[in-house]
DNA sequence: AACATAGTTGAATGATTGTTCAACTGTTTC
DNA sequence: GAAACAGTTGAACAATCATTCAACTATGTT
C-alpha cells in the first residue's frame, strides 16, 4: 500500500499505476530536509549576478567595489547577492579597513559550474 | 581604463579600488550568454518538488501518476514540472497507451546532485 | 458509443525575489 | 571635526513563478 503523508489526505487524483515501483522508490529518496536543503542551494546558483560573482571570486578576491564595477551595479545590489552568498556559505570576507574582501568559501563550487557548462554545451 | 558597457552608462556609483584584478578578471569571464544559460539551468533545480523529481527518476523510469502519488501532488503539478525539465533536456518520455513515461535525459544530474550535497553536508 | 482514466494546458492567484532608492554605519583623510 | 568613500540595510516595487482549478485531448474498456 502507498503509504499516506502527514496528515492522511492523498492531494494526487489518481492511484498508483505502479505501485512496487512508487514504494520501491520512495524508500530510496533521501530525507525531505536534504532535498529541501538542495533545491534551496541551487536557487541560490539560479540567478545571474550570483552566478558571475561567483565566477568572478573563482579567479580573485574582489571588494564590493571591483565586483560592483565588474558587473556594472550599483554596491547595494551587489552587496545584496553578497549577503545571500554568504548565508549559503558560499563565500566568506575579510575587512580591510573601508574594504571588505569576498572571496570563495567552497571548492565545490567550480566542479558544479564545469557540470553546468557541460550540460548546456551538448 | 574600465571597459564600458553597452550603453555607456556606469550603473555602479563607485570607482574600482583593483582596475587591475577587475580587468583582468573580466578577460576570464565566460561570454554573458553561457552564465545566463547557467542560472537559468540551476534555477531549474532550484525547486524542491523538481529536485524529487530527477532524484525520483534516477532510480527508476515513471509515469506521470507515479510520480503523483509518490509525491501526493495532483497530477497538473507534476506535469507542469515535468514540462519544464523537459524544456531544459533534463528528462525524455515516451508514449505507451494511455501512460506517458519519464525518464532522465542527462548523465550530469546525479553528478551536480551529489556534489551540492557535499556541500550540505559539511 | 459511452465512460473512465492518464495526461496536458491556459488562466488566475498568492508567494517569492532581484533591484532600486534612501538612509544609515564605519573608516580614512584633510 | 568634517568631508569623502566603502559598504550595509530595510522598505517598496515590478517581475517571476509554483500550484490550483477547470476544461480539454487521447487512449483503453465495457
Redesign the interface.
Known amino acids: 500500500m502507498?503509504e499516506m503523508?502527514d496528515n492522511g489526505i492523498?492531494?494526487?487524483?489518481?492511484?498508483?499505476?505502479?505501485e512496487e515501483?512508487?514504494t520501491?522508490?520512495?524508500k530510496?529518496?533521501?530525507k525531505e530536509e536534504?532535498?529541501?536543503?538542495?533545491?534551496?542551494?541551487?536557487?541560490?546558483?539560479?540567478?545571474?549576478t550570483?552566478?558571475?560573482i561567483l565566477?568572478?571570486l573563482d579567479?580573485?578576491e574582489?571588494?564590493v567595489?571591483?565586483i560592483?564595477?565588474?558587473?556594472?551595479?550599483?554596491?547595494s545590489a551587489v552587496s545584496h547577492q553578497l549577503r545571500v552568498l554568504k548565508q549559503a556559505?558560499?563565500v566568506k570576507y575579510r575587512k580591510d579597513g573601508k574594504?571588505v574582501y569576498y572571496s570563495l568559501d567552497?571548492n565545490?563550487i567550480a566542479?558544479?559550474?564545469e557540470?553546468?557548462?557541460?550540460?548546456?554545451n551538448?
Not at 36 to 46: H, P, R, W
Not at 68 to 75: A, D, E, I, R
Not at 115 to 120: P, V, Y
Request: with cysteine.
Open positions: 502507498i503523508m492523498l492531494r494526487c487524483d489518481c492511484s498508483a499505476v505502479h515501483v512508487v520501491r522508490v520512495k530510496q529518496m533521501p536534504n532535498l529541501y536543503d538542495l533545491a534551496e542551494l541551487f536557487k541560490v546558483f539560479g540567478d545571474t550570483r552566478v558571475k565566477w568572478a579567479n580573485a574582489m571588494c567595489c571591483d560592483s564595477v565588474l558587473l556594472n551595479m550599483t554596491k556559505r558560499l574594504n567552497d565545490h566542479s558544479i559550474f557540470l553546468g557548462m557541460a550540460h548546456i551538448e
